[in-house]
């Protein structure tokens, strides 16, 4: 089975500044998904990023983007220009390729991003 | 497009007593997911369904609990005999199977207290 850990349950961020959030996983699968997702106190959680295993290029998304490192499964996230509206949970999250037959998010615990003004 | 909605938003039972949450999921979408989340973890998988077919099952749905998907639309999920380890946030997502990267998209969530 795959895990996704971060290492970091808080962490925080003056405004302006970047931050790199940490993500590794586990997995014995070589096609899988990756993903970013931002949980806002009391909202629904929303898809920062995505990145295919398959693709060396790091996904970037305006002020976001990843550092993604398949062979020592490591997904980092990086916020840079950070802006009070970030603050937030982030999960990183693992999903095996389509083919596999499941299509279930492995979420990691979570980490607690303060953005100080 | 509405994104996915879930109802109620708060829940507080007494354990023992059963309770059924709704999830109406992103109109086109055929896929409809539950997770549940519990204070300082990240969510954890419970079921999907493709349209109206259950078609896997975590080992954490205990008999307790049972979802449906009727004429593959909204979802319902629902826990007999509550207990005060089920209280939790039950997040319902759907995604589109034909969408190659399939993303995920989640509704806010019902909080279930058990007392």
């Known amino acids: 089975a795959q895990t996704v850990t971060q290492s970091q349950p808080e962490m925080s961020v003056q405004e302006a500044e970047t931050v790199t959030l940490s993500c590794t996983y586990d997995t014995s699968e070589s096609d899988y998904y990756l993903f970013w997702y931002k949980q806002p106190p009391s909202r629904q959680m929303i898809l920062v990023i995505r990145?295919?295993?398959?693709?060396?290029q790091n996904a970037t998304e305006n002020r976001f983007s990843v550092n993604f490192q398949k062979a020592a499964k490591s997904f980092s996230l990086k916020i840079s220009d950070s802006q009070l509206g970030d603050a937030a949970m982030y999960f990183c999250a693992y999903r095996s390729e389509r083919g596999a037959g499941s299509y279930q998010l492995t979420f990691g615990k979570g980490t607690k991003l303060s953005v100080i003004p | 497009d509405t994104g996915v909605s879930q109802d109620p938003r708060h829940k507080i039972t007494k354990r023992g007593q059963n309770v059924t949450f709704r999830c109406d999921p992103i109109s086109e979408h055929n896929r409809l997911y539950w997770y549940r989340q519990t204070l300082g973890q990240g969510p954890e998988f419970l079921t999907y369904f493709q349209n109206e077919a259950q078609l896997e099952k975590s080992r954490l749905l205990s008999d307790r609990f049972s979802a449906e998907r009727p004429k593959g639309s909204f979802s319902t999920l629902e826990i007999q005999r509550t207990e005060q380890g089920d209280s939790a946030m039950y997040l319902c997502?759907?995604?589109?199977?034909?969408?190659?990267?399939?993303?995920?998209?989640f509704g806010p969530g019902t909080r279930l207290l058990v007392l």
């Open positions: 990145q295919e295993a398959y693709k060396q």
């Open positions: 997502a759907s995604s589109l199977a034909l969408d190659y990267q399939e993303t995920q998209y």
